[in-house]
């Protein structure tokens, strides 16, 4: 799975974790875009690396981003986020791995489910309960793969179509020194806060590719493609089928341009519309590999034909990063007039 894709001579990770002048995440998601066009996995295996990046990076201690940094830019050292467990999907705040502090670090104890790049990655990004129930008592570590204690399971067979290697994660007693806690004790939801909530514009661009790809392939298709003495697209049932999936790809891409760009200037104030963003790209690729297989008829299903493997990882994207039940709730909570902004609670779910 390629890491190091490069970007109008950038690789992709520096428009990500380069210094405050020279990111871009629009420009980061525009190439995101473009890999997911062609796979879909590629562009995922890119974004979870960037934004586990990315995270390092405003959260690590200097000394620990320094030595990292470099590995970490070319690919060199593999990244994983582990939030999800068996009984804390959506709801962080039910974390159970346990953090419990010795006098050579902390000691972790449990296992995250559902780990992309779980089975070969280095470095670890662990939420842990530190502390009281809730989201007040997780703090975030940056776990050495390769330390004593860590296993990690075999690659899941899941819903087949994204590649991505995903396994799970046991701690059995495994000791982290202090010095690779992210941020601050009891504080590892704002640390996971501002993961999701980059990860979900992140998502919104794989989504946005692979709504593309398969408006492409099905209108080649309804092209070339004749019924009733015409090409399918000039029968109006088909061809305002491609019009509205197009006109919604668009919107998709404009609102995903406006979360970028409010995310650079404030990830704080860039919650709501990031969910936006994520809710409306995926529910739109959803719609596009649909219809697209639907244009197709049968022929969707020959061996080798894309378009409903395309369905079934449209339908992923809905799920990673904060299902799109908990995006509506997120957006839910911003229109209730007393809330000051959505609580982590209301935004931080899952990642995928
Ligand atoms: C391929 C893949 C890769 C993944 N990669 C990672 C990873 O790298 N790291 C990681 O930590 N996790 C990862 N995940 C896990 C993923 O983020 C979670 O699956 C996701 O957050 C949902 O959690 P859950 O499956 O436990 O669903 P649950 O939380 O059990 O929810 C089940 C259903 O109930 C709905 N629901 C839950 N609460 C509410 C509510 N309050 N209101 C309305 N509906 C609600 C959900 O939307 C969903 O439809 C991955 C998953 C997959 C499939």
């Known amino acids: 799975m390629g890491i190091q894709h490069e970007h109008d001579g950038y690789r992709l990770i520096d428009l990500v974790v380069a210094d405050d002048d020279k990111r871009s995440t629009r420009a980061f998601c525009e190439a995101l875009g473009e890999v997911a066009e062609t796979s879909v996995d590629t562009a995922e295996s890119i974004q979870v690396q960037a934004f586990a990046a990315n995270t390092i990076r405003r959260h690590a201690r200097p000394d620990l981003w320094g030595r990292l940094s470099a590995p970490i830019r070319t690919g060199r050292l ?33 296992t995250k489910t559902w780990v992309a790049h779980g089975p070969d990655a280095d470095e670890l990004i662990v939420y842990a309960r530190t502390g009281v129930p809730g989201l007040g008592g997780i703090t975030a570590f940056l776990v050495d793969a390769h330390s004593p204690g860590v296993i ?94 197009a006109t919604r790809l668009e919107a998709g891409r404009q609102l995903l341009h406006h979360a970028c760009d409010r995310f650079d200037e404030n990830p704080d104030s860039a919650v709501l519309v990031c969910a936006q963003a994520k809710l409306f790209a995926t529910d739109t690729a959803m719609a596009a590999t ?63």
């Open 78 to 110: 593999r990244l994983a986020n582990c939030l999800s467990e068996a009984n804390s999907g959506s709801d962080l705040a039910a974390i159970e791995l346990a953090a419990v502090a010795g006098d050579d670090g902390y000691v972790l104890t449990g």
């Open 290 to 352: 649909t219809d697209a297989v639907q244009v197709l008829g049968a022929s969707a299903y020959l061996a080798g034909n894309r378009a409903e493997e395309r369905m079934r990882q449209a339908k992923i994207l809905q799920i990673l990063q904060g299902t799109n039940e908990i995006q509506r709730r997120t957006i839910a909570a911003s229109l209730v007039p007393a809330a000051p902004r959505p609580a982590p609670a209301m935004t931080a779910a899952a990642i995928g």
């Open 152 to 245: 990690a399971g075999p690659t899941r067979e899941h819903l087949a179509g994204l590649a991505i290697p995903v396994s799970e994660v046991t701690f059995d007693r495994v000791v982290v020194p202090t010095e690779r806690i992210l941020g601050r004790v009891n504080r590892g939801a704002r640390v996971a806060d501002i993961l999701l909530t980059q990860g979900r514009i992140g998502l919104a661009a794989c989504a946005l590719g692979l709504g593309r790809a398969a408006l492409d392939e099905a209108t080649r298709f309804a092209k070339a493609h004749h019924r009733f003495g015409h090409p399918l697209i000039e029968h109006q049932g088909v061809g305002f089928k491609l019009a509205d999936i």
